[in-house]
């Protein structure tokens, strides 16, 4: 099934949350130990017939040393409830790992999966051979993934390649992906693409560094119309408007991103600086003084 009624109706859930909840990652379990039940790992992880040693199953040993020794903080098998001691009590709890190890984890699986053909049938062991077509596994189980975070409204996508990126935030998304930066300024436009390529990222701490490249590059903007730098805004604002209401706005807008730089942990690193940690509020600085600089830079003049 492609779709449920509720797509139908409504469109699909906004992809907006950036955090894998226990209930996600059970389903991710689930999945994966159904791959290993069916054989779809063992094209990475075999278990040999004892007669002939073609493929028969996963090695559930092998493939638990790999995960525990590459995604340090996963035990096998893997567990989605904790421990929670309340006084004397205890009780289990639905758990789940970092968001980053879990994407990790993912793309670990992907690295493995293959679908799994069976073959001859093995009387004597009751088993069946094994081939495998790895193009069709990895695809089925991208498309799961995938469905998994759609239903979820999680912010990530899995691509054909494996790896797992994040969905950006409509409009700014769009803009990120195909704008390319020619301002006439080799430095603003490496800083601004570096921006581009680290807030793509699934890390929500390169994410903050794409927001300090980003006030750098807003600061270096600043001073390209002339040596003096309250010149040189006054004269990249005029080429952007002239329309008295909405210059004055500007103005307004471009003294108030440069004291949100110089207020919080973003330009400067000073005790006084308030830190900004939360990936809404990344996002929401990030998304005001980008959509800022993509104007000026368009309505720049000579």
Not at 207 to 223: C, N, P, V, Y
Not at 226 to 241: E, F, G, N, Y
Request: net charge negative.
């Amino acid at each position: 099934m492609s779709d449920y009624f509720s797509d139908r109706e409504n469109g699909p859930r906004a992809r907006t949350e950036q955090v894998i909840t226990p209930t996600v990652w059970a389903a991710i379990a689930a999945t994966v130990q159904g791959l290993m039940n069916s054989g779809a790992l063992a094209q990475r992880f075999p278990e040999r017939c004892p007669d002939g040693q073609a493929i028969c199953g996963c090695d559930e040993g092998a493939l638990a040393a790999s995960v525990m020794a590459e995604m340090p903080g996963l035990e096998w098998p893997l567990q989605i409830t904790a421990e929670v001691s309340e006084g004397f009590m205890s009780k289990r709890e639905p758990f789940a790992p970092s968001t980053l190890l879990v994407l990790d984890f993912i793309e670990f699986v992907y690295s493995a999966v293959a679908k799994p053909v069976p073959g001859k049938y093995h009387d004597f062991f009751s088993h069946h051979h094994l081939t495998f077509d790895q193009e069709a596994g990895k695809e089925e189980f991208r498309a799961r993934i995938n469905r998994l975070f759609s239903r979820n409204g999680l912010a990530f996508e899995m691509l054909t390649s494996g790896r797992i990126v994040r969905v950006l935030p409509p409009v700014l998304g769009d803009d990120l992906r195909r704008t390319t930066f020619n301002s006439g300024d080799r430095t603003l436009d490496v800083l601004l693409e570096e921006c581009r390529v680290k807030f793509s990222d699934r890390n929500p701490l390169v994410r903050r560094e794409a927001l300090e490249r980003l006030w750098d590059a807003w600061e270096r903007l600043k001073s390209l119309a002339d040596p003096d730098k309250k010149t040189s805004v006054q004269k990249i604002l005029d080429a952007v408007t002239s329309e008295p209401t909405l210059r004055a706005r500007l103005e307004v807008e471009a003294k108030e991103l440069t004291d949100v730089g110089n207020s919080h942990l973003i330009r400067h690193y000073e005790v006084k600086q308030v830190p900004v940690i939360d990936v809404d509020h990344v996002d929401y600085l990030f998304h005001r003084l980008f959509a800022m600089i993509q104007l000026m830079l368009r309505k720049k003049g000579p």
